[in-house]
């Protein structure tokens, strides 16, 4: 199967790569992609192409899915993948896109057989193998350099779930230090929720305290938005993001 699929992309990109025009005006004023070199671009716009490809796109409650919106999402999208390679998704087909945020409903049954029911309003979510789910107007606002990007957020746990659970750990590229990685994160995540417990500011959105995966997820938004100041605050995460992700975002992206 391999090789069919080399071949059917090498096929996709020599006929039907997103055309540059349309993809200048989707992307140059995106400041998350600031300071990507042309060849980085290029690539970036091929890695979006076959996402477009690959994926598929589904909005829902009536939500009207242009091409530029489509651009859009494939280009953070792929943002994160862009050293890593389109294989990186392959374990997922989907992805759902409502207007707006979405209300969520869990059942679970606890140890005494009491079913509990619970609502969330997201503005993502993604299954192991199944779909990702975003609202559009979370994705559209996210271009802007807040340290939030659903985008990334998602796609960080479709990365994290690699490997299995989403538990903060994705699988790590040879020559990593998976207890480094550990022992980064565990501080990180510590530090975050004693901070948010004293009522502090924390240096990351404190949803990271929600659980390893969650900081995980969020630390990978402010590594590609603000890698200055996750630099500055827990240094050895972005260093460890560096290596997962093969990008530095500070050497591009201004203070
Ligand atoms: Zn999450």
Redesign the pocket.
Known sequence: MGWFREWRRRRVLKYRAIVPEAWFAATASMPVLQGLSAEERERLRGLATLFLSEKSLEPVQGLELTEEMALIVAAQAVLPILNLGIDSYDQWYSLVLYPDEFITRREWTDEHGLVHARRDILS???WGRGPMVLSWADVAEAPVIDGYNPVI??CA?KLDLLNGDANGMPPLHAGMNARAWREVFEAAYEDLCRRADAGLQTAVDP?AT?SP??CF??MSEHFFETPHALRAAYPEVYAQLALFYRQSPVTRIAV
């Open positions: 993502g979510e993604a957020h998602e746990h949803y929600e995966a969650e997820a969020v």
